[in-house]
């Protein structure tokens, strides 16, 4: 646990304050700031593995614009968990890797939607 600091309040007298940001409550922060992001991915990877898993016959085949859908309602998904990963209290607590999983993500799901 941090020590309080003491310090002189407003008419001299000494005071505790306690830090706010401390190290052991990160830990229960990451795992609520986690697991909507883990549930906010998991539609994401859903539809990523369907744009990689359908393969259309032919160069007219109607399946053609199902992958392409899939692949973009991945990329829609991870950008909209990039989104909120960005905003201060994630970045603050989670740190920076959780930007590669869905960077990642997009990134072949928009690889497939070419390559259809």
């Not at 309602?73 to 999983?101: E, N, Q």
Request: charged share 15%.
């Amino acid at each position: 646990m941090t020590p309080a600091r003491t310090t002189t309040g407003r008419r001299g007298g000494p005071y505790r304050r306690e830090s706010v940001d401390l190290p052991e409550d990160r830990g229960c922060l990451r795992w609520v700031l986690g697991v909507p992001l883990v549930l906010l991915y998991v539609p994401a990877v859903y539809a990523c593995f369907l744009a990689l898993a359908m393969s259309p016959r032919s160069a007219h085949d109607p399946l053609r614009d199902d992958v392409r859908f899939a692949a973009g309602a991945s990329i829609a998904v991870c950008f909209a968990g990039l989104l909120l990963t960005a905003v201060p209290v994630f970045h603050r607590t989670m740190g920076r890797w959780w930007y590669a999983g869905p960077f990642l993500l997009a990134t072949v799901a928009y690889v497939r939607a070419l390559t259809v």
